[in-house]
Antibody
């Protein structure tokens, strides 16, 4: 059974940094792209970033490009999101999600989602 | 950037009734359209991808159709467990991976 567990969410001041982690199990992790999607509580979904199975290809939403970095450690079955220069508008629940297809590049179609971790950016 | 216009933003229907939700991308996305269901306090669940392919385990009362710039999610016979917010998503290429604003479905 696919299992995704996010961690690292916290209260941080504007301009601060945070690193989220997502531990995966139940599938051959390195064969699948992974994504981060966020949701302001009570609001809609926003795709943030994706990374290929090998880690060699990364993609970002314009709203986070240059501030966030996605990475993965296939030996630990974990994907990360390093978030720098955080802003109030980055406040959201951050979900990691598994790509539906086993292929080289991300399809950005996600079939399994973790429970999410809350990031609050406030002074 | 692709904008995904989803309508209506909310609706209520009777148990057993038919529900239709539309999603219109601002530019053509071929069939790269998915539908998600998010129940209150829960994680989004993939219902349909490639516009009309039912994800494994999803009841057959859910149906997706359309291509290009006009897509529809239909629930043929609404059940109490279908109360949720439904989102469409384009996934044809990054960074143009975009979700619609959501449609909240309630029981009348």
């Amino acid at each position: 059974e696919v299992h995704l567990v996010e961690s690292g969410g916290d209260l941080v001041q504007p301009g601060g940094s945070l690193r989220l982690s997502c531990a995966a199990s139940g599938f051959t992790f390195g064969n699948y792209a992974m994504s981060w999607v966020r949701q302001v509580p009570g609001k809609g979904l926003e795709w943030v970033s994706s990374i290929s199975g090998s880690g060699g290809y990364t993609y970002y939403a314009d709203s986070v490009k240059g501030r966030f970095t996605i990475s993965r450690d296939n030996s630990k079955n974990t994907v990360y999101l390093q978030m720098n220069s955080l802003r109030a508008e980055d406040t959201a629940v951050y979900y990691c999600a598994k790509d539906h297809w086993q292929q080289l590049l991300p399809s950005h179609l996600n079939d399994y989602w973790g429970q999410g971790t809350l990031v609050t950016v406030s002074s | 950037d692709i904008q995904m216009t989803q309508s209506p933003s909310s609706l209520s229907a009777s148990v057993g009734g038919r529900v239709t939700i539309t999603c219109r991308p601002s530019q053509g996305i071929s069939y790269y359209l998915a539908w998600f269901q998010q129940k209150p306090g829960k994680v989004p669940k993939l219902l349909i991808y490639a516009a009309s392919t039912l994800q494994s385990g999803v009841p057959s009362r859910f149906r997706g159709s359309g291509s290009g710039t006009d897509f529809t999610l239909t629930i043929s016979s609404l059940q109490p467990e279908d109360v949720a917010t439904y989102y469409c998503q384009s996934y044809n290429s990054a960074p143009q991976v975009t979700f619609g604003g959501g449609t909240k479905v309630e029981i009348k």
